[in-house]
């Protein structure tokens, strides 16, 4: 076997005459290059090529959905099969603060945005210790990184934690799908052994309703937190909090950076674990206490709304998403699964108290029923998109609550006064006590 040389000589466009000198003065142009491939000479000097190896990769794996539907593609990071339901997010950036957002337990987040991982990964954006989420879905993968805080790409980062991503997929079509038929259940796997039917299967067998996800996530013991917001990012940094607030924060997949604003805002605080019983709590002493966002359905934890009912009427209270979600029950209305959810950077909400328009960032399957709220419960923010209740307040028990993040600053900080308005509100019924 030897290499053969291969001459070819490009004719030039048939724009251009064929004669040398043209009436435009140019010369005609060609251009010579070279081919190597692999061959192998038979008795008779004919010449086989054989297939070398290509420079792309081919698809190797496969997403199969509930309804039938089977998606060729590419993997990246973790190999194996994993099922999970899949979700769209609409988040332009931020694909790190996605990643490790516990709320993303049980679930493939599928990115709209079609370029990801040009900035890579660092390890100052990551929002919990690790990542929750069963799968990543995006269109293309970026072939290099350019960011000064890169610290590792997000294939190799995806490994390390045993995530598996897909790419070249047309994501665009499989979030028409989402939208038209809501949230599915799929399939991710790299295992060629593995027939469509049986990947099918497995997608028909598995729901993620009535599962409890926030035990899975949660802390398993309580803790300080003392981490502020850097300096650099902290743009409230000027206006400081003379008092220091004892909060006790409930970890039902709690977000870092929530902690980071309550602490930069002057509260002391302590994660406890989401069955931490509300005695202890109350022991404790706390000026508030934080419920948090977490992954799943608020019905599947009824131990979660029990503690929140113990609590409810003794100290101030604050609640995100789950949280949120939890007080609505906890409070005798009802949650709803939403067809799709929202999950996001852009989500435009209104403060019906004020009229003030808010873009947040937005993360949640489930939403609260404002019709089976009792008397007293105000709601006081909607989404503009769905108009679904975006917040609560309670002014009679010292209650508020948010179904976004407002630590996540998409607006770029439209939402961060909402930690303002807790301190206040623990601030004035110790005033009064």
């Known amino acids: 076997m030897k290499a053969a040389v291969v ?10 005459p064929s004669s040398t000198n043209t009436s435009h003065g140019r010369q005609k142009l060609g251009a010579t290059f070279l081919v190597r491939c692999s ?10 090529l054989e297939r070398g190896e290509r420079p792309w990769k081919l698809s190797d794996a496969r997403l199969v959905l509930e309804d039938g539907s089977v998606w060729r593609a590419k993997s990246f990071g973790a190999t194996g099969t994993q099922v999970g339901e899949v979700v769209f997010n ?42 929750f989420l069963a799968g990543l879905v995006i269109r293309s993968l970026s072939i290099s990184t350019s960011n000064w805080r890169c610290a590792k790409t997000l294939g190799d980062y995806l490994a390390e ?22 949230s599915l259940i799929g399939v991710l796997s790299t295992k060629q052994s593995k027939s469509d039917e049986e990947l099918l299967e497995m997608s028909r067998s598995w729901d993620i309703v009535g599962i409890d996800l926030i035990s899975g ?33 409930y970890d039902f997949g709690i977000k870092q950076n929530i902690l980071r604003r309550l602490t930069s805002y002057g509260c002391k605080i302590t994660v406890v674990p989401s069955t931490w019983p509300a005695s202890e709590t109350l022991k404790m002493k706390p000026d508030g206490v934080l419920f948090s966002n977490g992954p799943g359905d608020p019905s599947a934890v009824p131990y979660a709304v029990e503690t929140v009912k113990e609590i ?24 709803f699964k939403m067809k ?18 808010e873009i947040s960032s937005q993360n949640h399957n489930y939403a609260v029923d404002p019709a089976s709220l009792p008397e007293g419960v105000e709601v006081t923010h909607v989404n503009l998109n769905d108009g679904s209740c ?7 028990i010292n209650i508020m609550s948010l179904q976004y993040h407002p630590e996540a600053s998409p607006g770029p900080h439209d939402s961060d006064l909402v930690f303002r308005d807790f301190i206040q509100l623990m601030e004035r019924v110790k005033r009064n006590s």
Not at 97 to 124: C, K
């Open 161 to 182: 934690r045993n995530i598996m991503g897909i790419y070249d997929v047309d994501t665009r079509a499989i979030t028409r799908r989402l939208r038209q038929d809501g």
């Open 390 to 396: 975006a917040g609560l307040a309670f002014p009679a």
């Open 7 to 16: 001459k070819s000589v490009v004719n030039p466009s048939p724009l251009w």
């Open 312 to 335: 409810l009427g003794k100290v101030p209270v604050f609640g995100i998403c789950m949280g949120h979600q939890l007080l609505g029950q906890a409070l005798g209305g009802k949650t």
């Open 90 to 131: 609409t988040s332009l950036t931020g694909y790190q603060e996605i990643l490790t957002d516990p709320s993303y337990a049980g679930q493939f987040v599928l990115m709209t945005n079609p370029h990801i991982g040009n900035t890579g990964v660092n390890f100052d954006d990551e929002e919990s210790r690790q990542c």
């Open 39 to 48: 061959a192998s000479l038979s008795s008779d000097g004919a010449v086989s």
């Open 217 to 249: 996530v949660s802390c398993t013991a309580p803790y300080e937190w003392v981490d502020k917001t850097d300096a650099e990012w902290d743009f409230n940094s000027n206006e400081r909090y003379a008092e220091n607030f004892r909060v006790v924060a």
């Open 340 to 357: 799709f959810g929202h999950h996001g950077g852009n989500h435009p909400v209104r403060d019906l108290r004020t009229g003030r328009v």
